[in-house]
């Protein structure tokens, strides 16, 4: 099998490696500041009951150590923190803006010094091996230039026994229900960009890849090959969205 196929594409635009971790870095600068406001707006809100059903899925317990990763502005770290008093949460991110909109959230809803805020590439984390109880990545995998390493990064930093979640969008499958879906994206979701934001190319990048990521059979292929046991997914809304998880044995 390829390793890391998706490298070479920034949405339907081939580019190199480096072009598209630039490039990518680019259009979360651009989004940061409205990404909550328009995550609300492309999905109706529902990203809201999503994020709610991966944390029940994760069951966090006080006195484990949970790492978020490409969750910059806070919202499934602030999730688990409600379900776990005490528990331990780093946010890591690969974008400084993302954090700085994440770490205003906390202070506005009274939390000090609750998580910690790292910026890093979630190909290289910036941690030692074994050291969490639980890796988390919402919606921030399929932006990864090299989805392969960032599994095997997980799997090193996750303690034996430790548990992988993602929760991404994947494959509709109602084909009535994926047109619809088609037009709402490619038609519906830039002009919002471009109204809220002024930004209609970053939302058309994210629009296209979603349709670049990996199936959800080919996506548990992966996190097996990258060491993870038990894996399995779940379709959330039709298969709209997918919460895939594993075990680090």
């Given at each position: 099998?390829?390793?890391?196929p998706?490298?070479?594409?920034f ?5 190199t490696p ?7 870095r680019?259009?979360?600068?651009s989004v940061?500041?409205?990404?909550d406001l ?8 529902l990203?809201r009951l999503w994020?709610?059903?991966l ?7 006080p006195?484990?150590?949970f790492?978020?990763v490409?969750g ?6 602030f999730?688990?923190?409600?379900k776990?008093?005490g ?7 690969i974008?400084p803006?993302m954090l ?5 959230r ?6 000090l ?14 941690f ?6 639980v ?9 990864v230039?090299?989805?392969?390493n960032?599994l095997?990064?997980a799997a090193?930093?996750l303690k034996p026994?430790?548990r ?7 494959r ?6 994926s047109k ?9 979701i830039?002009?919002i ?5 002024g930004?209609?190319?970053?939302y058309q990048?994210?629009v296209e890849?979603?349709?670049?990521f990996?199936s959800?059979?080919?996506l548990?292929?992966r996190m097996?090959?990258a ?16 919460i895939?998880s594993?075990v680090?044995?």
């Amino acid at each position: 099998m390829t390793t890391n196929p998706e490298k070479e594409w920034f949405g339907e635009k081939h580019v190199t490696p480096d072009e598209k971790t630039g490039l990518v870095r680019d259009v979360f600068d651009s989004v940061a500041p409205k990404y909550d406001l328009m995550n609300d707006l492309m999905s109706g809100g529902l990203h809201r009951l999503w994020k709610d059903r991966l944390v029940r899925a994760i069951r966090p317990r006080p006195g484990q150590k949970f790492l978020d990763v490409a969750g910059g502005t806070g919202d499934v770290a602030f999730r688990i923190l409600k379900k776990a008093p005490g528990a331990e949460v780093t946010v890591c991110d690969i974008n400084p803006h993302m954090l700085e909109v994440g770490r205003d959230r906390a202070t506005d809803r009274g939390w000090l010094n609750e998580f910690e805020w790292v910026t890093g590439n979630a190909e290289s984390l910036p941690f030692p091996d074994n050291s969490f109880d639980v890796y988390t990545i919402a919606f921030g995998l399929r932006n990864v230039t090299h989805i392969d390493n960032a599994l095997k990064e997980a799997a090193r930093v996750l303690k034996p026994g430790g548990r992988f979640f993602c929760m991404e969008f994947s494959r509709v499958e109602s084909a009535l229900l994926s047109k619809a879906y088609d037009t709402w994206s490619f038609h519906v979701i830039p002009r919002i960009g471009k109204s809220i934001t002024g930004d209609a190319e970053s939302y058309q990048y994210l629009v296209e890849s979603i349709r670049k990521f990996p199936s959800p059979r080919k996506l548990v292929r992966r996190m097996q090959d990258a060491g993870f046991a038990g894996v399995k997914y779940s379709a959330l809304t039709a298969g709209v969205v997918a919460i895939h998880s594993g075990v680090k044995p």
